[in-house]
């Protein structure tokens, strides 16, 4: 018969040895005094205490005000069952031996989020009073969640990777739509752009190169890459995490940096990459199948203001001898923009989000919501009629993160309207493959009920739950 603990009891301070006869001291009456923490539930051998459902709870409230979401389900309840979802999909990461891929790239995060949670407690004793433990607790807890977090995440990422959406599905799951369902697709863009950036001169990629080079030496004589890519890497989607990417697809990585992780070893640091995005460093953490983390320190040349304004002045003088004429754009486009992923297109930009998801090129579409624009080129597009071009702007690369100079021309506004098939195909394919991966991964989590010991606490067993955790 397993054995359910009820009670966890955390003291503070030395060991707990006292008999009934013992009186308590000033001094221990100083120390703090913690109540003890429910165990509200057990998923495998992980628990999830009253505490956990608190902050959980918390989050949902928080995310409901955020996004302006509106439910009739309490949030605890959500919350707890979110806990037990995320608890089922680990513990099934664990038992494929996913948790391999989780070595490192942890300690920033956590370290933030204590940071974050004892400034809005306001200091430590105040957050340890309120979640019942001491700080070092308190720690190994958020760790073991982002842990939890994060193979729950590659766990699902792995129950829905290979469902994809056809013609005919999109199809169907449009017909199944009640007609008064259907939600009016807001206003959409249709642009075009040149795109600039000063030429990296060979004396600016051996600064670069040299740079990296004095990093990859000091890595090797002892120091930590992540530490140094927080101080000095310029990709902003990994340098705050001391340059750790992952765990993902490895497929979603440029070809060179592919090439250079599988000819490393684990702890191991590459030679200088160069791809489109800059001057890389590497070090491999784990990679397992298609499946990789690592941590990198990406370096980019940079230009004086002479450089850019030449740039700048280049692209006003375009903008004004284009005017409205779409073929002197299109051929603006074709002898001046740098950008290879539109300057083949007569310059159009499209939006591959889907494309992306599905490796299917087929799916991008040219269509911006006006709520899917950076404000860095709504703006300028916003001041334009059907025809117009802009005035030159600095902008941020999505894709490679440098700043860029362009121009932009508002090929067409789309009005708001009722979604239709022929009109918003890509949108529509977006929502019937999220409703096919949540009905795969509904059937994997009744199955995975069944399989896994799964107990509920009986004061929490009249919550309402969308799955059998009760297994009635």
């Given at each position: 018969?397993?054995?359910?603990?009820?009670?966890?009891?955390?003291?503070?301070?030395?060991?707990?040895?006292?008999?009934?006869?013992?009186?308590?001291?000033?001094?221990?009456?100083?120390?703090?005094?913690?109540?003890?923490?429910?165990?509200?539930?057990?998923?495998?051998?992980?628990?999830?205490?009253?505490?956990?459902?608190?902050?959980?709870?918390?989050?949902?409230?928080?995310?409901?005000?955020?996004?302006?979401?509106?439910?009739?389900?309490?949030?605890?309840?959500?919350?707890?069952?979110?806990?037990?979802?995320?608890?089922?999909?680990?513990?099934?990461?664990?038992?494929?031996?996913?948790?391999?891929?989780?070595?490192?790239?942890?300690?920033?995060?956590?370290?933030?989020?204590?940071?974050?949670?004892?400034?809005?407690?306001?200091?430590?004793?105040?957050?340890?009073?309120?979640?019942?433990?001491?700080?070092?607790?308190?720690r190994d807890d958020l760790k073991r969640?982002?842990?939890?977090?994060?193979?729950?995440?590659?766990?699902?990422?792995?129950?829905?990777?290979?469902?994809?959406?056809?013609?005919?599905?999109?199809?169907?799951?449009?017909?199944?739509?009640?007609?008064?369902?259907?939600?009016?697709?807001?206003?959409?863009?249709?642009?075009?752009?040149?795109?600039?950036?000063?030429?990296?001169?060979?004396?600016?990629?051996?600064?670069?190169?040299?740079?990296?080079?004095?990093?990859?030496?000091?890595?090797?004589?002892?120091?930590?890459?992540?530490?140094?890519?927080?101080?000095?890497?310029?990709?902003?989607?990994?340098?705050?995490?001391?340059?750790?990417?992952?765990?993902?697809?490895?497929?979603?990585?440029?070809?060179?940096?592919?090439?250079?992780?599988?000819?490393?070893?684990?702890?191991?640091?590459?030679?200088?990459?160069?791809?489109?995005?800059?001057?890389?460093?590497?070090?491999?953490?784990?990679?397992?199948?298609?499946?990789?983390?690592?941590?990198?320190?990406?370096?980019?040349?940079?230009?004086?203001?002479?450089?850019?304004?030449?740039?700048?002045?280049?692209?006003?003088?375009?903008?004004?001898?284009?005017?409205?004429?779409?073929?002197?754009?299109?051929?603006?486009?074709?002898?001046?923009?740098?950008?290879?992923?539109?300057?083949?297109?007569?310059?159009?930009?499209?939006?591959?989000?889907?494309?992306?998801?599905?490796?299917?090129?087929?799916?991008?579409?040219?269509?911006?919501?006006?709520?899917?624009?950076?404000?860095?080129?709504?703006?300028?597009?916003?001041?334009?009629?059907?025809?117009?071009?802009?005035?030159?702007?600095?902008?941020?690369?999505?894709?490679?993160?440098?700043?860029?100079?362009?121009?932009v021309r508002l090929n067409q506004v789309?009005?708001?309207?009722?979604?239709?098939?022929?009109?918003?195909?890509?949108i529509i394919a977006d929502f019937a493959?999220?409703?096919?991966?949540?009905?795969?991964?509904?059937?994997?989590?009744?199955?995975?009920?069944?399989?896994?010991?799964?107990?509920?606490?009986?004061?929490?067993?009249?919550?309402?739950?969308?799955?059998?955790?009760?297994?009635?």
């Open positions: 018969m397993r054995f359910i603990p009820k009670i966890l009891t955390v003291f503070c301070g030395a060991a707990f040895a006292c008999g009934a006869a013992c009186a308590a001291t000033d001094e221990d009456r100083e120390q703090p005094q913690y109540i003890a923490d429910e165990v509200a539930a057990i998923v495998g051998n992980r628990h999830i205490l009253l505490s956990d459902i608190e902050r959980a709870t918390e989050d949902v409230v928080r995310m409901r005000h955020e996004n302006g979401t509106l439910s009739n389900r309490p949030a605890r309840y959500e919350a707890f069952e979110t806990l037990l979802l995320q608890k089922m999909l680990a513990e099934q990461a664990r038992a494929d031996s996913l948790d391999k891929e989780l070595r490192g790239g942890t300690d920033t995060q956590i370290e933030e989020q204590l940071q974050r949670m004892i400034a809005e407690a306001g200091s430590v004793k105040a957050l340890e009073r309120k979640l019942r433990k001491e700080i070092y607790a308190i969640e982002l842990e939890d977090v994060q193979l729950a995440n590659i766990m699902q990422t792995n129950v829905v990777s290979k469902v994809g959406v056809t013609y005919r599905d999109v199809a169907d799951f449009f017909a199944q739509l009640p007609t008064d369902s259907l939600e009016m697709v807001p206003e959409q863009y249709v642009y075009a752009q040149i795109v600039r950036f000063p030429p990296e001169t060979e004396e600016r990629k051996f600064e670069v190169r040299q740079k990296l080079l004095e990093y990859r030496q000091r890595i090797l004589e002892g120091e930590n890459l992540g530490a140094l890519a927080r101080l000095y890497s310029m990709d902003p989607g990994t340098a705050r995490s001391g340059g750790s990417w992952g765990p993902g697809n490895i497929n979603q990585l440029v070809y060179p940096i592919v090439e250079a992780l599988e000819t490393l070893k684990p702890g191991t640091v590459s030679e200088i990459i160069e791809t489109e995005y800059g001057y890389h460093i590497v070090e491999l953490i784990s990679l397992r199948g298609e499946l990789v983390q690592f941590r990198q320190i990406l370096l980019k040349p940079t230009f004086t203001v002479e450089e850019t304004e030449r740039e700048m002045r280049l692209l006003d003088s375009l903008a004004r001898e284009i005017g409205t004429d779409k073929e002197a754009f299109d051929e603006a486009v074709e002898r001046y923009s740098m950008d290879k992923e539109t300057n083949r297109n007569a310059g159009v930009v499209f939006n591959g989000a889907l494309a992306k998801q599905q490796y299917n090129a087929k799916l991008a579409s040219p269509k911006f919501m006006k709520d899917a624009l950076l404000p860095q080129d709504y703006i300028p597009l916003s001041r334009l009629k059907e025809g117009e071009v802009s005035a030159p702007y600095a902008a941020v690369d999505l894709g490679t993160g440098s700043t860029v100079y362009k121009i789309i009005p708001s309207h009722h979604a239709s098939l022929e009109e918003d195909y890509e493959l999220q409703n096919k991966q949540n009905i795969e991964l509904d059937k994997w989590v009744r199955e995975a009920i069944k399989k896994m010991y799964v107990w509920i606490a009986p004061e929490y067993r009249d919550y309402e739950f969308e799955h059998n955790w009760l297994k009635k």
